[in-house]
């Protein structure tokens, strides 16, 4: 069964500071990978996928995440926060069987003035 | 820029009566979800619904709920009696195909007092 797993329920950041949500999955198969962002009281919204294409990819806001095979991690960044990234981020994997996406249990990302 | 659009945004409903949850997908796309965020915790998988068939359903998805396409555009998710724990932010999600990225509205709140 597929899965993912994100360290830290709760990060938190200096404005200007580089970004690191960890993510790591778990897969029999090649995964397929996406980063989603919910602004308070909003819906999820796509940041950015790794569909087996380049392993660095590169998303709205300035985010970015590298897909590491050897690690299985997919972890996101950014180099310079900024208040507006404040939000709950989630990774996920689609399900190789159903195409249903299997959450992780988000991080909040916190930024500090 | 297409969305997938959701109504009602918030519904409280007694606990026992039946709602509808209400949703109209991105208009090319094939296949449609629900997901469910109950407070705090993480996304979940509900349903998935292809060809005018359920393709997938999780535990969760028991006889109390079910979906329906009952015309070209709208996607309805249905809680036949509703109980307190039912009380979640309800996403309905569409993709083009089954391995592609889905598209979230921007969610009902469910309160089942």
């Known amino acids: 069964a597929q899965s993912v797993t994100q360290l830290g329920s709760h990060v938190s950041v200096s404005e200007g500071a580089l970004v690191l949500l960890r993510c790591n999955y778990s897969?029999?198969?090649?995964?397929?990978l996406f980063w989603y962002v919910q602004y308070p009281n909003q819906g999820l919204q796509l940041l950015l996928k790794?569909?087996?294409?380049?392993?660095l990819v590169k998303g709205i806001n300035g985010f970015e995440a590298e897909f590491k095979k050897s690690e299985t991690s997919f972890h996101l960044t950014k180099p310079s926060a900024h208040m507006s990234d404040a939000a709950e981020y989630f990774c996920?994997?689609?399900?190789?069987?159903?195409?249903?996406?299997?959450f992780g249990q988000g991080t909040e990302l916190s930024v500090k003035p | 820029e297409p969305e997938v659009t959701q109504t009602p945004s918030h519904q409280v409903t007694q606990m026992g009566q039946e709602v509808i949850l209400r949703c109209v997908p991105i208009?090319?796309?094939?296949?449609f979800y629900w997901y469910r965020q109950i407070l705090g915790q993480k996304v979940e998988f509900l349903v998935s619904f292809y060809n005018n068939e359920i393709s997938e359903k999780s535990e969760i998805f028991d006889d109390q709920f079910s979906v329906e396409r009952p015309d070209g555009s709208n996607f309805t998710l249905k809680i036949r009696s509703t109980k307190l724990e039912d009380s979640a932010m309800y996403f309905c999600?569409?993709?083009?195909?089954?391995?592609?990225?889905?598209?979230f509205g921007q969610g009902t709140r469910l309160t089942v007092v």
């Open positions: 999600a569409s993709s083009v195909s089954r391995d592609t990225e889905a598209f």
């Open positions: 897969s029999s198969v090649p995964p397929y």
């Open positions: 790794y569909t087996s294409a380049a392993t």
């Open positions: 208009s090319n796309h094939l296949y």
């Open positions: 996920a994997v689609i399900n190789n069987q159903g195409g249903k996406l299997i």
